[in-house]
């Protein structure tokens, strides 16, 4: 049975338990744009956390500026984030000096982080709104949102796309829904994008800001094989 379509502020969907209680990994993919995809792991097993960050830690390793796209979503009441395992593996991955954390418009989620303990040295968790001054309507007055530098920077698509993510209360998906497992396939490409847009405006930002590589494209266009065969190319 499904809820109304229409979203009220105070109405919270109860027609569904909110996690089905299973231990789950599974690979998903998601075309961003053009032929870049993306694959995304969505995981509540802390093995496969574990082994994951592991991964990324070596990938790493051959990138140039180690930027790890970072954002955090908050249940229906905008409560706090809550912690309910064990994450030494993320606490530690946090904390590592070697790596970069960006995102955009930070500052709140900075402080949740710090309410569960969950710490990132200073200096190692960037604003792109800092990194890179564009005028437009996004969550600080005057500065532009993900969505308009993504779409000025890396592809039109991407223009108004927190406006497409739309809660549906028949289908389970949407804002109200991050709580909620499993998460909607809507849901889990949302974040996967919001992930890989975070960390290749980073790239680019960086980049033009130091002036490097004037013979590099401005902006990037390969897969995820095509990634993989440059890394190391900037070293």
Request: with cysteine; charged share 30%; proline share 4%.
């Amino acid at each position: 049975m499904g809820g109304a379509a229409s979203s009220t502020d105070n109405f919270e969907p109860v027609f569904r338990e909110k996690d089905d209680g299973k231990r789950t990994t599974e690979v998903h993919q998601f075309r961003a744009h053009g032929n870049t995809t993306i694959q995304a792991v969505y995981t509540n097993e802390m093995s496969t956390v574990e082994s994951i960050l592991d991964m990324y830690l070596e990938w790493l390793k051959e990138e140039r500026y180690r930027f790890v796209g970072l954002d955090l979503e908050y249940n229906f009441r905008k409560e706090k984030l809550r912690c309910e395992d064990n994450i030494y593996p993320l606490r530690k991955f946090l904390k590592n000096k070697d790596v970069t954390f960006v995102g955009v418009d930070i500052r709140t989620d900075h402080k949740l982080l710090y309410k569960q303990w969950l710490y990132i040295p200073p200096g190692k968790h960037l604003d792109l709104q800092d990194m890179l001054k564009i005028l437009g309507y996004g969550n600080r007055a005057g500065m532009a949102s993900m969505a308009t530098m993504a779409s000025e920077l890396i592809h039109p698509k991407y223009a108004g796309m927190k406006e497409k993510f739309v809660t549906d209360y028949d289908k389970f998906e949407g804002h109200n829904y991050w709580e909620w497992k499993p998460l909607s396939d809507m849901n889990l490409e949302y974040a996967s994008i919001d992930g890989y847009v975070t960390y290749e405006l980073a790239c680019i930002v960086t980049i033009v800001n130091q002036g490097l590589h004037p013979q590099r494209p401005l902006i990037p266009s390969w897969d995820n094989n095509e990634r993989k065969r440059r890394r190391g190319h900037d070293n």
